[in-house]
């Protein structure tokens, strides 16, 4: 017990995802770390939750100290049941423990980053927050993290708020409410990390006083470069896989098959007259103003009905361009050239999905499915009972999908990440067998030029072109 | 509330703009509204992209209105509705019935061939006769717990255009407050109520007086001291409802740019935003009004101002009921303590004592007191109303502390 009065006693406290501390005095900065900012709004110095470590380290050589932040409860795992780790994968977790327990984990889609993670929390069993993009994620996690270590852990996302010591959560729910949970857990896993470092996101990794910190992906690169932040974020990367190096390996190989679909004549006279409408109102703007361009157009539609008709124009290509009825006809003669393998149908959208759905009574995953639903699905198809899986872009990162052999790419946007992680999905190791990835694209529409840019990563290498 | 997706702003010197209709400028669209509102009202049982295409095709010919308006219109339709949803998962149980019934069958072809003979229409007609339901109705259900496909059940609408209209311009303007970063207000009155809400809404606040009854008020959160963070868009979104109900203020909000730079939406009272929320109360008990009345504008040389000084530390405010200003410069402070339980009285007891060191003169029901207490200077006791002339007496004797 102090008996030195209240003055004198310093308090570090948790405040909403900034660390407060009480009883320094304001005129003198607290052991002149420059990440405290006076807060005369309060009447304390204030800094980041992310400096946790740092901080404790340094004021407990200071008398009259007390620490009031709320301290990760240690788990017991009921009951482990792990796979032995392959020579990477052990590799890994070795680096990331070797650096402070703090660091990120880069390999391929397929690779078992997965299981590098759970090996990390059966090892230092704190209590683990695990942030992944989409619910579907977040809810494979819960599952995972039930069968390999025996936990039922909380959910924090889909409309739940079910905090436990061991809780899974989606980058949103992370963001919206890490003010209130930051708090209380030692570890932090960052399931596809990439999605951290925005703006807002960040704010997951900085409002939390957790010392260790993991981050997972196959593909870091951001296209606005704050991918560097992560080093600040989470550690530094401690392990990086080539995706070279597990195509020959633990992936199969693949072919890549692009078809070209014309649209029908009247979808191809919608299509040229929506071009022209567009490209005439671009030319006669640039006769007065050679700069200008789509940016431009858009913020002008509230005042030019001419832009706002090039607006509709544009939105009406592109539905043309995804749902074009050639498309079905093409899918028909995939499954019919496939009859009896499992197959995967990407789409763009949900109306789009809806329709192939309904054409070949086939079942589809989408963002709102729910829980019960997609396991009836998923293990349908896994059991050979559906041949025919239909899903947009909730399976585009991460989520567990049974084998499939034969992929078709329907619709999409043609960026380097998202065809690695397709790719990714059907080539899941499937016997060393052959796997296909079509993919259904528009002929003389920008599709091609979405085709051609999804080609240039290097899993594209070998794509062969043909007619169908 | 709108989705940053359906917000509209323009950017003009440093300066923000949320879309506003109006009045004169917008006429047409008092039409527009009624179109839209009798759209919702007739359309029970629609799904809930066919009430968004009517919507849409109403703006067809209008010149004057980008997509994003009328998603927002949208919204705000769609938020006075209630759509059926499904929640026992019948969509979900068809599906898998039908998918089921129909994976045997696989691949379903247009045309019948060699290979091939399970022919789409026939397949969907065995299934349609094993469910007893016809084709069509399965496969209007087979996807009804989809969002654009809810069924509009009921419609609780606004109360008329014009209400459906200037809901829409304060929408546009919290969305605009989802990129704030600070907001800055200038109030000459209404501080209980501007305070209380911006407590409700989690923000903290730093307050300045600039002159007699005058303050300047800087909201943010806690977060916000040390970097930029758009954490507390939502709470200034939320907070603004209740600052557009109050009288005499001028606000200045400081706004994230797209291209990463900062702009100011500034707003008055004068700006004609008629909020939701109904004015705040001009008394807080029947006792203050009573005496508020009966004093009148001035006495004796005390003029009297309601909730006209805030008393702060920290985060902690108080706003007593009234200031009186005497014409040779002196003020006192005067709070009414009503009729209450014991623990508001204490707890009213433990902000007097907060801010003891201010001149506050405390009314209270001799109910109240203590046998034991001593009466002091600063107190004066009533039975059921307060007398002014035991106020007056009481502020000519104040003794007023200077710090």
Redesign the interface.
Same mark, same amino acid.
């Given at each position: 017990m102090d008996f030195e009065g209240k003055n004198e006693q310093i308090i570090l406290k948790w405040d909403e995802g900034t660390l407060l501390l009480d009883g320094w005095p304001s005129d003198n900065t607290p052991y002149n770390m420059g990440i405290w900012r006076w807060d005369s709004r309060v009447g304390n110095w204030r800094c980041d939750a992310i400096y946790y470590q740092r901080i404790k380290e340094k004021l407990s050589q200071t008398a009259n100290f007390r620490d009031e932040v709320m301290q990760p409860a240690s788990v017991h795992w009921p009951k482990v049941d792990l796979p032995t780790l392959r020579p990477e994968q052990s590799e890994a977790l070795d680096n990331w423990t070797q650096s402070g327990r703090r660091g990120q984990v880069i390999m391929p889609t397929g690779t078992g980053k997965t299981e590098v993670a759970l090996a990390v929390m059966a090892q230092t069993k704190t209590a683990t927050l695990v942030v992944a993009p989409v619910r579907d994620l977040m809810y494979q996690w819960h599952r995972k993290i039930l069968k390999g270590l025996g936990y039922d852990a909380g959910i924090v996302g889909d409309n739940t708020f079910d905090i436990r010591p061991v809780t899974v959560t989606t980058y949103d729910s992370a963001y919206i409410h890490i003010s209130r949970m930051g708090a209380g857990f030692g570890l932090l896993v960052f399931d596809e990390e990439h999605h951290l470092p925005g703006r807002c996101r960040r704010e997951a990794a900085i409002l939390s006083t957790a010392s260790m910190r993991l981050g997972l992906t196959a593909t870091p690169e951001r296209s606005d470069g704050l991918h560097k932040d992560l080093d600040f974020l989470i550690g530094p990367v401690v392990y990086n896989m080539p995706f070279r190096r597990a195509k020959g390996s633990t992936l199969a190989d693949f072919d890549v098959i692009r078809i070209p679909v014309a649209l029908n004549d009247e979808e191809q006279q919608v299509y040229s007259q929506c071009s022209r409408i567009i490209r005439e109102y671009i030319v006669s703007q640039r006769e007065e103003n050679p700069g200008y361009n789509w940016q431009e157009l858009c913020k002008e539609t509230g005042k030019d009905p001419k832009a706002r008709h090039a607006q509709k124009a544009y939105h009406l290509k592109t539905s043309i361009e995804s749902r074009a009825e050639e498309k079905l006809r093409v899918l028909e003669d995939i499954f019919r050239l496939h009859n009896g393998q499992q197959t995967l149908v990407f789409v763009g959208s949900n109306a789009m999905a809806i329709e192939v759905s309904k054409r070949f009574l086939a079942p589809t995953i989408l963002s709102h499915t729910g829980k019960k639903e997609r396991l009836a699905v998923l293990d349908g198809f896994a059991r050979g009972m559906f041949k025919v899986l239909v899903a947009n872009q909730v399976l585009d990162e991460g989520v567990d999908v049974p084998e499939a052999k034969i992929g078709v790419v329907i619709g999409g946007q043609g960026s380097t990440r998202q065809a690695k992680q397709r790719l990714g999905r059907i080539l899941r190791k499937n016997g060393g067998s052959q796997a296909t990835l079509y993919e259904v694209v528009c002929e003389n529409t920008k599709e091609v030029h979405r085709s051609r840019s999804r080609r240039r990563s290097d899993a594209y290498e070998r794509t062969i072109h043909r007619r169908v | 509330m709108l989705t940053s997706e359906q917000s509209?702003v323009e950017f003009k010197a440093a300066q923000v703009f949320p879309?506003k209709l109006k009045r004169n400028a917008h006429r047409h669209y008092f039409e527009f509204a009624e179109q839209m509102l009798s759209i919702y009202a007739n359309g029970i049982g629609q799904q809930r992209r066919q009430l968004h295409k009517q919507v849409e095709k109403l703006f067809q010919d209008e010149?004057?209105?980008?997509?994003r308006?009328i998603d927002a219109f949208c919204k705000l339709l769609d938020d006075k509705s209630v759509y059926y949803t499904d929640p026992d998962?019948n969509a979900?149980r068809l599906?898998?019935q039908?998918?089921?019934k129909?994976?045997q069958f696989?691949?379903?072809?247009?045309q019948r061939d060699q290979?091939?003979e399970h022919v =789409?229409n026939d397949?969907?007609h065995k299934?349609a006769k094993e469910l007893e339901k016809p084709w069509d109705e399965i =496969?209007q259900c087979?996807?009804a717990?989809?969002? =654009?496909y809810q069924r509009l059940k009921e419609f609780e609408g606004y109360s008329g255009a014009s209400e459906f209209l200037s809901r829409y311009n304060v929408a546009q303007l919290q969305a605009a407050l989802y990129k704030a970063q600070t907001m800055r207000i200038w109030a000459s009155g209404d501080f209980k109520t501007i305070l209380r809400y911006a407590k409700l809404a989690r923000l903290?606040? =730093?307050i300045k007086r600039i002159g007699p009854s005058q303050y300047e008020m800087v909201l943010s959160?806690?977060?916000s001291?040390?970097?930029e963070?758009?954490?507390y868009g939502i709470s200034f979104a939320r907070f603004l409802p209740a600052l557009l109900a109050c009288k005499g203020w001028r606000m200045s909000a400081t706004i994230k740019t797209p291209w990463n730079g900062t702009a100011r939406l500034s707003l008055s009272d004068k700006d004609g935003f008629s909020s939701y929320l109904p004015q705040p109360d001009e008394f807080d008990s029947s006792v203050e009004e009573a005496f508020a009345k009966e004093f009148g504008g001035e006495r004796d040389g005390w003029r009297l101002i309601r909730e006209g000084e805030i008393l702060h530390e920290?985060?902690t405010t108080f706003v007593p009921d009234f200031v009186f200003r005497h014409k040779d410069g002196r003020e006192v402070l005067m709070e009414i303590i009503g009729f209450w339980t014991p623990e508001y009285l204490a707890h009213r007891r433990e902000t007097v004592r907060r801010f003891r060191d201010c001149n506050i003169l405390l009314a209270i029901p001799e109910s109240s007191l203590k046998s034991d207490v001593v009466k002091a200077k600063d107190i004066v006791t009533y039975k059921k109303a307060l007398a002014i002339k035991s106020v007056v007496e009481a502020l000519c004797e104040f003794k007023i502390k200077v710090d």
């Open positions: - | 509209i879309d010149a004057d209105c980008p997509i308006r998962g979900a599906r898998l039908v998918f089921s129909a994976a696989h691949p379903l072809v247009s290979l091939f =789409e397949i969907k299934i =496969e087979l996807y717990d989809v969002m =654009e903290l606040h =730093e959160g806690p977060l001291v040390l970097h963070t758009r954490r920290n985060q």
